[in-house]
């Protein structure tokens, strides 16, 4: 294929194919292929409350990791709105120093709609810059949805970012964020609100029984770089206690299955959509209607 | 069955216990038993943000449905967050004035691990309130997650809630909650910030084009019970548009096909489930994985 061959020689056009390929949902073949050459990235997940600096922060990890001789993959994902992709432009400006460094790749994500969702996309496009080559891939998540978890988990690394006097941190609590930060960040650190946040995330962490790696707590002025070499250096504490206890392995796994079952349920779902519109318009219950459609996919 | 025969009695005991079970994915039968007494309910979905206030609402619409009297049941939905039912706590406390008015039954959901999750149990939840005889059904979910929207199309009137200075419609915006609204209510009405908001909503309806009922834009201050009426003339009037234009009957299928699709899925998703544990833990990349448990599941 001309496009794996252009792909293996380094070119970025043909990365940022491979990606739109992913997108609509035709990245299977390239997938297939690429995965042997997967595994040696880094995946750092940072999500969080829109609002809270994000694109800011991922702005400043790369500048970081650049500064450590790293290659940066950068994908943002956004959610389906049809306007997400001009919501986005205010992130790319702040992504735009980077720009020009050809060792940093940054793509944003918007397509759902294909086998697997939005996560499908994304971890094609994840498993895609690991195979092209970059050190560290930072999947960057908008909001604190049920997708955004999702997506999150596909990351060897999940940084929580909140800020402060936003009432951030109760709607991380309900929306189940707590479970999924390996490292906290509150940003925007020089608001007067800062410390009682700090206190808010403590307490919540008190709520929960760690087994193993405890979440770091760091706090960041991303805007003027305070802060991220604490937050790098956090991030490579929680990869070493990865490869030191061998977790890496069952988060690499966690990730396949988790990818493996969106894949999977997507293909379900296409056939449940096909026989749901065939169903005939009675009187049936939910739970009758439920049955009926289920035996008849399975021929029972 | 002594719980159904209860039910009809109109224990108000067996409608919290008949809701407990479909909590705990042991609804069907009742559902089943009960389904020819449905339809005869208004639901109204209430979603927004956190801290938009969408409690004080509730409490606010119940009271106005209390004057005219409806009688009322409210479903409060809220996320798989472990802290979930305390992070309830104050909302319970805002709802609290009704707790000893008999014709008002209040319920707050928090279980997901069953067949359709959340979703589900909440259908189920309303269902039952519908058969029991309750007026208007109040689905209050919390957060702009993809699952508060699909608990949200429950509803055959959809209210969503914002509160100025807060980014929230930028928030709603990227979540693609504007397309669910029936309402737009901006609430804490009297923030400095609200006259802006209101012009952020409409400026983004224009992006929409509307076909049909175009969603009407209402301002409260529920804590003082300010612009609740207005907002209930709202919901009255989207009703009566409901019913003149026979839309009802598509929402109330859409609603149907919506749980239906939910339940099914589960049954999908825990037959998948049971076939990716089986699975070998081999060299395959994640669409090979996929394709075979897929062709297993079916036996291709």
């Given at each position: 294929m001309d496009l794996l061959r252009e792909f293996e020689r380094q070119n970025p056009r043909a990365l940022a194919r491979a990606i739109s390929l992913a997108e609509a949902g035709r990245g299977a073949?390239?997938?297939r292929a690429l995965y042997p050459r997967t595994g040696r990235a880094v995946t750092v997940g940072l999500t969080g409350p829109p609002g809270v600096g994000k694109s800011t922060l991922a702005s400043a990890l790369v500048r970081e990791?650049?500064?450590?001789?790293?290659?940066?993959?950068?994908?943002s994902v956004d959610p389906s709105s049809p306007f997400s992709r001009g919501a986005l432009l205010g992130d790319r400006i702040r992504l735009a120093e980077h720009?020009?460094?050809?060792?940093?790749?940054?793509?944003?994500?918007?397509?759902?709609?294909?086998?697997?969702?939005?996560?499908g996309a994304t971890a094609d496009a994840v498993l895609l810059m690991d195979a092209f080559g970059y050190d560290l891939v930072l999947i960057e998540t908008v909001?604190?949805?049920q997708s955004e978890i999702a997506i999150a988990e596909l990351?060897?690394?999940t940084i929580v970012a909140l800020q402060p006097g936003s009432g951030d941190s109760i709607?991380?609590?309900?929306?189940?964020?707590?479970?999924?930060?390996?490292?906290?960040v509150v940003n925007k650190s020089d608001h007067p609100m800062a410390d009682q946040l700090r206190r808010e995330i403590r307490s919540m962490m008190e709520m929960l029984h760690w087994t193993g790696w405890v979440p770091e707590l760091v706090s960041t002025q991303a805007l003027e770089g305070r802060?991220?070499?604490?937050?790098?250096?956090?991030?490579?504490?929680?990869?070493?206690?990865?490869?030191?206890?061998g977790e890496i392995e069952r988060r690499r796994r966690d990730a396949f299955s988790h990818q493996v079952r969106q894949l999977a349920l997507g293909r379900l779902e296409e056939r449940l959509d096909r026989a749901l519109r065939a169903q005939p318009d009675d009187e049936l219950d939910p739970y009758g209607a439920a049955d009926r459609v289920v035996s008849q996919?399975?021929?029972e």
């Amino acid at each position: 294929m001309d496009l794996l061959r252009e792909f293996e020689r380094q070119n970025p056009r043909a990365l940022a194919r491979a990606i739109s390929l992913a997108e609509a949902g035709r990245g299977a073949d390239l997938v297939r292929a690429l995965y042997p050459r997967t595994g040696r990235a880094v995946t750092v997940g940072l999500t969080g409350p829109p609002g809270v600096g994000k694109s800011t922060l991922a702005s400043a990890l790369v500048r970081e990791a650049r500064a450590r001789g790293k290659s940066v993959g950068v994908v943002s994902v956004d959610p389906s709105s049809p306007f997400s992709r001009g919501a986005l432009l205010g992130d790319r400006i702040r992504l735009a120093e980077h720009f020009t460094d050809e060792s940093v790749f940054i793509r944003s994500m918007a397509s759902r709609g294909h086998l697997g969702g939005l996560a499908g996309a994304t971890a094609d496009a994840v498993l895609l810059m690991d195979a092209f080559g970059y050190d560290l891939v930072l999947i960057e998540t908008v909001g604190v949805g049920q997708s955004e978890i999702a997506i999150a988990e596909l990351a060897q690394t999940t940084i929580v970012a909140l800020q402060p006097g936003s009432g951030d941190s109760i709607q991380v609590l309900k929306a189940g964020i707590m479970e999924i930060a390996d490292v906290f960040v509150v940003n925007k650190s020089d608001h007067p609100m800062a410390d009682q946040l700090r206190r808010e995330i403590r307490s919540m962490m008190e709520m929960l029984h760690w087994t193993g790696w405890v979440p770091e707590l760091v706090s960041t002025q991303a805007l003027e770089g305070r802060g991220v070499d604490e937050l790098v250096a956090a991030i490579e504490r929680h990869v070493a206690y990865l490869n030191e206890t061998g977790e890496i392995e069952r988060r690499r796994r966690d990730a396949f299955s988790h990818q493996v079952r969106q894949l999977a349920l997507g293909r379900l779902e296409e056939r449940l959509d096909r026989a749901l519109r065939a169903q005939p318009d009675d009187e049936l219950d939910p739970y009758g209607a439920a049955d009926r459609v289920v035996s008849q996919l399975w021929g029972e």
